[in-house]
């Protein structure tokens, strides 16, 4: 049921449909999807929009901890669920019992899990990370074919995928993406020639997926582009998404006050003129950022208002001095759309100096989700 709270989510799973749809038209029907939903599906909740991801016939689903994994076990789903930010020797029991995927870029832990899971009787499926060049986590390349040889040899491990990650695929130069994909396109083919047979191979992000075909491999690993934004504000690629949250939260005092009235915390704004202000029940601990502060706006009554004053732990406020015939009780867009007007995620991210992902990932817990389809 939605919650009564004034500040919530709307999460639009057609648009989510839509998304994934156009990750299918472009990689064809010959290839794997394993859909990046860590993070609560970057804010869209992980448990809902995982069973939208399994009911459209996506078997693999991304996650970056066992926490996340079991979380998706307890809310119901059976897909191969996939660790892809990797694991602890003592995190190992709790693969095993929740059925989770590792990815693997430690011999030490490796041999550790072969050893654990052949105690419990059962075999578990693996992934292996190779480093191309973004410098996280990964078996170098001069360590692959040695490393991928030994993981195959463990009696209770199967390895089913190999990956990487691109560093920069969101950016016009591809001169380091490029030099990625060919360092990872040599290393299949040198596991190939060896005779060893994997599954999958996959190194493309969204940015990959939406300009990259040459980096398809046969399984793709889309994060950003499900939830219906490109990689960059100046991202290329020309594929058609649509937004699948929008924030939103209402007035909950309306107040007028005279020229030269300081606002908030630390009045960082005085009021210039007689002015009419919204005060609306949410914050940064919403995940509403406190560099917002006199720098975003909102949508009332299909206009922009300015975020005026500092941003607050439960409360901003907005100066709707020029938007006439408001109450408390109306309705304000943080994201969204609100008549012709629209802000999105990296509008937020650019008013405050970070990006999109960072944006959706950071709307709080207590902000409520509300599914629509």
Same mark, same amino acid.
């Given at each position: 049921?939605?919650?009564? @709270?004034?500040?919530?989510?709307?999460? !639009?799973?057609?648009?989510?449909?839509? /998304?994934?749809?156009?990750? =299918?038209?472009?990689?064809?029907? $010959?290839?794997?999807?394993?859909?990046?939903? +860590?993070?609560?599906?970057?804010?869209?909740?992980?448990?809902?929009? #995982?069973?939208?991801?399994?009911?459209?016939?996506?078997?693999?689903? #991304?996650?970056?901890?066992?926490?996340?994994?079991?979380?998706?076990?307890?809310?119901?789903?059976?897909?191969?669920?996939?660790?892809?930010?990797?694991?602890?020797?003592?995190?190992? !029991?709790?693969?095993?019992?929740?059925?989770?995927?590792?990815?693997?870029?430690?011999? /030490?832990?490796?041999?550790?899990? %072969? =050893?654990?899971?052949?105690?419990?009787?059962?075999?578990?499926?693996?992934?292996? +990370?190779?480093?191309?060049?973004?410098?996280?986590?990964?078996?170098?390349?001069? $360590?692959?074919?040695?490393?991928?040889?030994?993981?195959?040899?463990?009696?209770?491990?199967?390895?089913?995928?190999?990956?990487?990650?691109?560093?920069?695929?969101?950016?016009?130069?591809?001169?380091?993406?490029?030099?990625?994909?060919?360092?990872?396109?040599?290393?299949?083919?040198?596991?190939? =020639?060896?005779?060893?047979?994997?599954?999958?191979?996959?190194?493309?992000?969204?940015?990959?997926?939406?300009?990259?075909?040459?980096?398809?491999?046969?399984?793709?690993?889309? #994060?950003?582009?499900?939830? #219906?934004?490109?990689?960059?504000?100046?991202?290329?690629? =020309?594929?058609?998404?649509?937004?699948?949250?929008?924030?939103?939260?209402?007035?909950?005092?309306? +107040? $007028?006050?005279?020229?030269?009235?300081?606002? %908030?915390?630390?009045?960082?704004?005085?009021?210039?003129?007689? %002015?009419?202000?919204?005060?609306?029940?949410?914050?940064?601990?919403?995940?509403?950022?406190? @560099?917002?502060?006199?720098?975003?706006?909102?949508?009332?009554?299909?206009?922009?208002?300015?975020?005026?004053?500092?941003?607050?732990?439960?409360?901003?406020?907005?100066?709707?001095?020029?938007?006439?015939?408001?109450?408390?009780? !109306?309705?304000?867009?943080?994201?969204?759309?609100?008549?012709?007007?629209?802000? %999105?995620?990296?509008?937020?991210?650019?008013?405050? !100096?970070?990006?999109?992902?960072?944006?959706?990932?950071?709307?709080?817990?207590?902000?409520?989700?509300?599914?629509?389809?």
């Amino acid at each position: 049921m939605p919650s009564p @709270r004034p500040t919530s989510a709307e999460i !639009d799973l057609q648009a989510f449909r839509f /998304n994934l749809n156009q990750i =299918k038209r472009l990689i064809g029907p $010959e290839r794997g999807i394993l859909a990046v939903i +860590k993070a609560n599906a970057y804010g869209h909740g992980a448990v809902p929009v #995982g069973h939208v991801l399994v009911q459209e016939g996506v078997e693999h689903l #991304g996650v970056a901890t066992v926490e996340e994994g079991t979380a998706l076990r307890q809310g119901g789903l059976t897909a191969e669920i996939t660790v892809l930010g990797g694991v602890f020797p003592d995190q190992h !029991d709790q693969l095993i019992e929740h059925d989770l995927t590792p990815v693997l870029y430690n011999l /030490n832990w490796a041999e550790a899990l %072969s =050893k654990t899971v052949a105690a419990a009787g059962t075999r578990l499926p693996v992934h292996v +990370k190779i480093d191309t060049g973004m410098g996280r986590v990964g078996f170098a390349l001069e $360590e692959a074919e040695q490393a991928l040889t030994r993981i195959a040899e463990l009696p209770a491990l199967q390895l089913v995928g190999v990956l990487s990650h691109f560093a920069d695929a969101d950016l016009q130069d591809r001169t380091f993406t490029d030099w990625q994909l060919q360092r990872f396109v040599a290393l299949e083919e040198r596991i190939r =020639k060896r005779g060893m047979a994997v599954p999958f191979w996959h190194l493309s992000n969204s940015a990959a997926v939406m300009k990259f075909p040459a980096a398809f491999f046969n399984m793709v690993r889309p #994060g950003i582009m499900l939830y #219906g934004y490109p990689p960059s504000e100046s991202f290329p690629g =020309k594929v058609p998404l649509k937004p699948v949250l929008s924030w939103r939260t209402r007035i909950i005092h309306l +107040k $007028e006050v005279p020229r030269g009235t300081p606002l %908030s915390y630390g009045g960082t704004f005085v009021t210039r003129r007689r %002015s009419r202000i919204a005060t609306l029940p949410v914050g940064y601990a919403d995940g509403y950022p406190r @560099r917002l502060s006199n720098r975003a706006q909102v949508l009332v009554g299909g206009r922009r208002a300015p975020v005026v004053g500092t941003v607050t732990m439960d409360m901003i406020l907005a100066d709707v001095t020029d938007i006439d015939a408001l109450a408390p009780g !109306d309705v304000v867009t943080l994201i969204g759309r609100d008549g012709a007007e629209t802000i %999105s995620a990296w509008d937020l991210a650019r008013w405050s !100096d970070t990006i999109a992902y960072e944006i959706l990932c950071c709307i709080g817990a207590r902000v409520p989700r509300h599914y629509v389809d």
